[in-house]
């Protein structure tokens, strides 16, 4: 569940006990110059109309889809119950409400989308404060759906009169880049002027308070700037064919696979006998556990004895030993691919590790996966041996060091040492891995405790 509802007022509240009319004012003298300094005025408590934000419901969301509102305007809800489902890049999300009140008006629909942080409903306290409501809501949607809002922000903000606040209020509200942005370039944002809805301070404002302009290009150069050549026409479209925008999930894979081409990697591959790891695996299906568990608990076992596989590297400049060995496993679901985590993978016992692994994948099939289920992992492994293939690479994600691809176990004529042939089952398994922090010794090392174990399975179970 997440929970993002933010007042647009400030609410006091004042408790003493008294004893006598002297006491009392000195008690709240006293009170009075402990709690406000002079040199600030006491907040009047005005109206408290709340707006409900689209959450950042994983560390990639840039932006959210409404898949439904759970309640209708006019509703009154309770602090806690959940008021509109969230599709991020992840999965589907309810989101609740901090406060109790009436949601007085849906700025964003079902089916649209809005970046993170913006309004995308608005909560009323009383039936007083619904018709305000409903105005801040129909302004709020045309700036957010009217180009020219855009475009002529500070056009309109230069010209539209300043509305002073009642005597007495001090309310500052900002973006969260634009307060990032006052940070690093040292301004008070407490002394810029919000040009965005309803007195919201942004990035653009703050820029401007810091002196810093956009460039521009000048006049000059593009009068003698060389013709563009016309564009070549795109190929024409094979009649019939179906032009289909991305998901949210896809443009999140997307983004992510992008940033991996940033990583240097390197890929490591080797065979593994499975004869052993076969006869456990029909031993121990009929109680519920899968290839992709014993898989799971045996590379997780490798990673506890080479630790630096197991560490990650996101700014060039250092990397970091993990304390937990969280296993991502990739899973096809409907419209994209998901990496439910096995946390403590090494720590679970082979049936325990089983049943949390069917737990995931029910709940990422349903979309109903928690950010900490899937942002969490320390290293991925992917297995497409159940569909016949062979051997294959998989692509690096971005903040891990590394990538297990396992292909299928096929019979392999191989000879011992003394010249003679059998046949055995081998698997082929891959790794990439971030070249930054993983060398190739430091692979091939945990390649082989790797293939210990699965060729001598016992210490799985146990």
């Not at 402990?34 to 934000?53: G, T």
């Not at 018709?131 to 759906?145: D, V």
């Not at 020219?148 to 606040?165: E, L, Q, R, Y």
């Amino acid at each position: 569940m997440a929970s993002v509802v933010q007042s647009k007022s400030p609410a006091l509240s004042f408790s003493s006990t008294i004893s006598s009319p002297s006491s009392l004012r000195s008690s709240a003298a006293a009170a009075a110059a402990a709690a406000f300094p002079r040199q600030y005025k006491l907040p009047s408590v005005q109206s408290k109309i709340r707006e409900i934000f689209m959450p950042a419901l994983s560390s990639t969301m840039t932006e959210g889809k409404i898949v439904s509102w759970t309640k209708s305007e006019g509703d009154v809800l309770s602090k806690g119950e959940s008021v509109v489902v969230v599709e991020s890049d992840k999965a589907d999300m309810d989101v609740e409400t901090f406060y109790g009140g009436i949601l007085a008006a849906i700025v964003v629909n079902d089916g649209e989308t809005a970046p993170v942080g913006a309004p995308i409903g608005l909560l009323a306290e009383t039936e007083d404060e619904i018709a305000e409501a409903k105005i801040r809501a129909k302004g709020q949607s045309k700036l957010e759906t009217s180009p020219a809002a855009t475009t002529t922000s500070d056009a309109a903000a230069a010209a539209a009169p300043k509305v002073a606040p009642p005597d007495g209020q001090i309310k500052i509200v900002a973006t969260p880049y634009a307060k990032k942005l006052a940070k690093q370039h040292k301004v008070d944002i407490n002394k810029v002027t919000g040009t965005g809805a309803f007195g919201r301070i942004t990035p653009e404002d703050v820029e401007k308070a810091a002196g810093i302009t956009p460039k521009s290009i000048p006049a000059a150069t593009a009068v003698a700037a060389p013709p563009i050549p016309a564009a070549k026409a795109s190929p024409t479209d094979i009649p019939g064919s179906t032009l289909v925008p991305f998901t949210t999930m896809q443009i999140a894979v997307s983004k992510n696979m992008m940033e991996s081409l940033s990583i240097p990697t390197f890929r490591v591959g080797y065979p593994v006998s499975t004869n052993a790891l076969d006869a456990l695996y029909e031993k121990v299906k009929p109680k519920g556990v899968t290839m992709t568990a014993l898989l799971a608990k045996a590379a997780a076992m490798a990673l506890a004895q080479h630790p630096v596989v197991n560490a990650t590297c996101k700014d060039g400049k250092c990397f970091t030993y993990n304390s937990s060995i969280n296993i991502s496993v990739a899973v096809a679901i409907n419209g994209g691919l998901i990496t439910p985590v096995l946390q403590d993978a090494d720590k679970l016992d082979l049936y325990l590790l089983s049943q949390k692994w069917k737990e995931l994948v029910d709940k990422a099939r349903a979309k109903q996966l928690q950010p900490h289920e899937y942002n969490s992992g320390t290293f991925t492994l992917s297995n497409l041996g159940m569909f016949g293939v062979d051997r294959f690479d998989a692509i690096l994600p971005p903040g891990q060091g590394a990538i297990m691809a396992v292909g299928a176990s096929k019979p392999t004529v191989v000879s011992d040492s003394e010249g003679f042939f059998s046949v055995k089952n081998k698997m082929l398994v891959n790794v990439t891995a971030d070249h930054r922090i993983i060398y190739g010794a430091d692979l091939a090392a945990f390649l082989q405790t790797f293939s210990k174990i699965v060729e001598n399975p016992e210490s799985l179970t146990m």
